[in-house]
T-cell receptor, first 109, second 112 residues
């Protein structure tokens, strides 16, 4: 079973920041937080991952709370092409990915 | 940018027939995964290879599904016989060891 809880759906206006929350209250010290997204009819795409510190790359930022029980994926300027299902996954480095049902993000004009 | 290749992209078959899917991972990636994704759900791991060896096939229905990676490069997933409940997207992914997994575009299977 997935170890994370995400809202089933969210909306965001184009050009605004999309903040996608994820709860992982049972996360252990060795487990990373990974984010993938899946655009309709495509394979999942890796976005970002982190352990304790906040992370940023060209796609997004990942904010992890100090107690590591929750995190937020931030898309700073959402575009229509960011419409997708976003999966938050908690895993140890050598564990397999276990996907939940994710958050369906709809970016509107 | 290197990508995971899969074929066919779409497959329609009748129940009790045999089907096969092919995957070519990113060059140099020793780890290869096959996932199944039922509509409305997240992907579920079926089998994981490290080079030519199976590492995890605990969720593979072995009575009808088989997977091989004979030379440790490309891989084939077979279903025989196909059942109506096998209709799904079959995704292949690869990684360098335990690094980030990169997914292919998937094969969408419809069993009639």
């Amino acid at each position: 079973d997935a170890k994370t809880t995400q809202p089933p759906s969210m909306d965001c206006a184009e050009g605004r920041a999309a903040n996608l929350p994820c709860n992982h209250s049972t996360i252990s010290g060795n487990e990373y937080v990974y984010w993938y997204r899946q655009i309709h009819s495509q394979g999942p795409q890796y976005i970002i991952h982190g352990l304790k510190n906040n992370e940023t790359n060209e796609m997004a930022s990942l904010i992890i709370t100090e107690d590591r029980k929750s995190s937020t994926l931030i898309l700073p300027h959402a575009t229509l092409r960011d419409t997708a299902v976003y999966y938050c996954i908690v895993r140890e480095y050598t564990d397999k990915l276990i996907f939940g049902t994710g958050t369906r993000l709809q970016v509107f004009p | 940018e290197a990508e995971v290749a899969q074929s066919p992209r779409y497959k329609i078959t009748e129940k009790s027939q045999a089907v096969a899917f092919w995957c070519d991972p990113i060059s140099g990636h020793a780890t290869l995964y096959w996932y199944r994704q039922i509509l409305g759900q997240g992907p579920e791991l079926l089998v994981q290879f490290q080079d030519e060896s199976v590492v995890d096939d605990s969720q593979l229905p072995k009575d009808r599904f088989s997977a091989e990676r004979l030379k440790g490069v490309d891989s084939t997933l077979k279903i025989q016989p196909a059942e109506l409940g096998d209709s799904a997207m079959y995704l292949c992914a690869s990684s360098q060891g335990w690094e980030t997994e990169y997914f292919g575009p998937g094969t969408r299977l419809l069993v009639l």
